[in-house]
């Protein structure tokens, strides 16, 4: 077991450009969660599945995000036109049903839009 | 909505000695589990300790323990015998027991730094 992994660790982008992240739960776990932690904040929750079904989004996930989950194993978060307030660490998280409810975390994707 | 507060933006310990770090939260929930989250730098987020709301006892783990307040909705975590590794960002973070979404709600944060 490897552990949650997130590609890329950073990314730089250009406003306008899309970005897509990818995220690599931890095998049995069905569950993944979605995070954005800007700088001095702690994470805030943005989208989650359960298998390939994704159950609840939050109102910061504007129409420029879309994230998919396809097979109920890794997830990719897309960002179109990014914008500078993009700027933000993504965290990744899984979770197994039935487990005792501890969410373990990727390392993160690194945004920077300039 | 459920709100979690973390007052202490830096702490500082000596290596050795016991630190404590503050969280208090706000939910009308009965029911719900509490979570110290510990964040290095440039290193991914790892669970430090959790508390279920419905057990009087508090939790512990190795040099940490938790001070779980219910009435007061507090939950401070203590780290004995500071080490430099210890040094981190610290969240605590709250999640509803009921529901389908297990989403964590995380406080601001405590950077901790340990002095040798």
């Known amino acids: 077991d490897t552990g949650v992994s997130q590609d890329p660790r950073h990314k730089i982008t250009k406003r306008g450009q899309n970005v897509t992240f990818r995220c690599d739960p931890i095998?049995?776990?069905?569950?993944l969660y979605w995070y954005r932690q800007t700088l001095g904040q702690g994470p805030e929750f943005l989208t989650y599945f359960q298998n390939e079904a994704q159950l609840e989004k939050s109102r910061l996930l504007s129409d420029r995000f879309s994230a998919e989950r396809p097979k109920g194993s890794f997830s990719t978060l897309e960002i179109q036109r990014t914008e500078q307030g993009d700027s933000a660490m993504y965290l990744c998280?899984?979770?197994?049903?039935?487990?005792?409810?501890?969410?373990?975390f990727g390392p993160g994707t690194r945004l920077l839009v300039l | 909505a459920q709100t979690v507060t973390q007052s202490q933006p830096e702490m500082s310990v000596q290596e050795a000695e016991t630190v404590t770090l503050s969280c208090t939260y706000d939910?009308?929930?009965?029911?719900?589990?509490l979570f110290w989250y510990k964040q290095p730098p440039s290193r991914q987020m790892i669970l430090v300790i959790r508390q279920e709301a419905y057990k009087q006892q508090n939790a512990t783990e190795n040099r940490f323990s938790v001070n779980f307040q219910k009435a007061a909705k507090s939950f401070s975590l203590k780290i004995s015998d500071s080490q430099l590794g210890d040094a981190a960002m610290y969240f605590c973070a709250y999640r509803r027991s009921g529901g389908s979404n297990y989403k964590l709600t995380f406080g601001k944060g405590t950077l901790l730094t340990v002095n040798p």
């Open positions: 998280a899984s979770i197994k049903d039935g487990a005792d409810g501890t969410q373990y």
């Open positions: 939910t009308s929930e009965s029911d719900y589990y």
């Open positions: 095998s049995e776990h069905n569950r």
